[in-house]
């Protein structure tokens, strides 16, 4: 099947949730499919792209964003005073869009797949069956984040909401179909574009790379892996390090917390100390998680489904998440994990871990389990393939896995 991938970046070097997504959606597409990649990207990065995937030598067309590097507060007042969100202005590019008007006019696809509702904006001149990877409802999300106290930033995520939510519906309601990550985003899809048909796609977990370890877990040691100029985990940590930690330390005051994630602003980078460790930016987290006692997920916000949720239960880790953090997979209180959104009982689930070791091993097999019968990205790749049928009426070739290719070492920290 021909698939046209159009993405918002390049996945060459995968370091958070979005980009993970992309890279193991490619992947699968390079295995089963004839696929065109074109999007934003370096030359740079478009290079280790290759270099990843050689079967796409002479199939990629990409352009810089040329927002890239403009300041960020020129594009942000710009968008104040837009009909637009500042997400659509952003990602708007007369050259990607004469570029994809080029590729359209010289070859067909079947399909055509674009990451993100704000790349499925384009326009595509084209009979192909279009579909857009929604990785979350974002105006949703950005509902979400308006909960932040700064009253600026609540009212910028405010009017992103509003704007985005007419900009994603007239997407959406342009589509053959939308793939979504979870049944929560389904639902709210449905309100939204009842009439385009949904998938659940969901995200998953390279267990070759995530696997149990016969690491010792450091006593009493907390881990939480995510980009931290993304809200929900900048929130979400702020929140445990406020109000859930303290009564942690109440308890065990030699307890340690390890913040492994890429661009810490200063007001989380200034509280590091003897129990609050934070690393920035990693070449490799499992080793950062193999060594914790338990995996912290305290987010308030978000959508989708989280991918750090899948890598944690793939490690055997055993994990105390909010109901937000672990939205739209599977898991059981007490059989999975422990799922808690108050403080004082975040902080008790906690507590219990570090003593309760026979829970522990019981949250580690229940949820090794469940990540490899359901989350793995090989079978998300076979629900893909067979959307595709059901959309084209076109049988996929799964015998073929396409040219020989480089397997990723995942760098950095993920959403």
Request: proline share 5%; with cysteine.
């Amino acid at each position: 099947m021909k698939v046209l991938y159009f993405i918002p970046y390049s996945p060459a070097n995968p370091t958070f949730g979005g980009s993970l997504r992309i890279y193991h959606i490619l992947d699968h597409l390079c295995s089963h499919h004839d696929v065109t990649v074109a999007g934003f990207s370096t030359p740079e990065e478009e290079k280790e792209l290759i270099k990843n995937f050689p079967v796409l030598a002479g199939k990629t067309h990409f352009v810089t964003n040329p927002n890239e590097n403009s300041s960020r507060y020129r594009i942000l007042i710009k968008s104040i005073f837009s009909s637009h969100s500042h997400w659509y202005l952003y990602s708007r590019s007369e050259r990607l869009q004469q570029k994809l008007n080029q590729i359209l006019k010289n070859d067909t696809f079947d399909v055509i797949q674009a990451e993100f509702p704000v790349m499925g904006m384009y326009h595509f001149n084209s009979t192909a069956v279009k579909i857009i990877d929604a990785h979350n409802v974002e105006y949703d999300n950005f509902k979400r984040m308006a909960k932040v106290k700064n009253p600026l930033k609540k009212l910028f995520y405010h009017l992103e909401s509003y704007k985005f939510y007419k900009e994603e519906t007239a997407a959406c309601r342009e589509q053959s179909a939308l793939f979504v990550c979870s049944e929560r985003d389904i639902s709210i899809f449905d309100k939204s574009v009842p009439s385009v048909p949904k998938y659940l796609i969901p995200n998953g977990v390279d267990e070759e790379y995530f696997y149990p370890s016969k690491t010792t877990h450091k006593p009493h040691s907390m881990v939480f892996v995510g980009m931290m100029k993304y809200v929900p985990n900048y929130d979400g940590i702020n929140f445990f390090l406020d109000d859930i930690f303290p009564k942690i330390l109440a308890v065990f005051p030699d307890t340690t917390v390890t913040i492994v994630g890429k661009n810490p602003p200063k007001s989380i980078a200034g509280r590091a100390n003897k129990n609050i460790i934070i690393t920035g930016l990693v070449d490799d987290t499992r080793p950062y998680m193999h060594e914790a006692s338990v995996y912290v997920v305290p987010l308030r916000m978000g959508g989708g489904t989280r991918l750090k949720i899948m890598e944690t239960l793939a490690s055997k880790i055993p994990l105390v998440t909010t109901s937000i953090g672990c939205e739209g997979i599977d898991i059981e209180h007490s059989k999975h994990a422990m799922i808690a959104d108050k403080p004082e009982d975040f902080a008790n689930a906690v507590l219990e871990l570090f003593v309760n070791k026979e829970l522990c091993e019981k949250l580690m097999e229940t949820g090794y389990e469940l990540v490899m019968n359901k989350y793995r990205w090989k079978s998300i790749g076979k629900e893909m393939d067979r959307a595709y049928e059901e959309l084209t009426g076109i049988k996929t070739d799964t015998s073929s896995e396409g040219a020989d290719r480089m397997k990723y070492e995942a760098n950095g920290i993920y959403k």
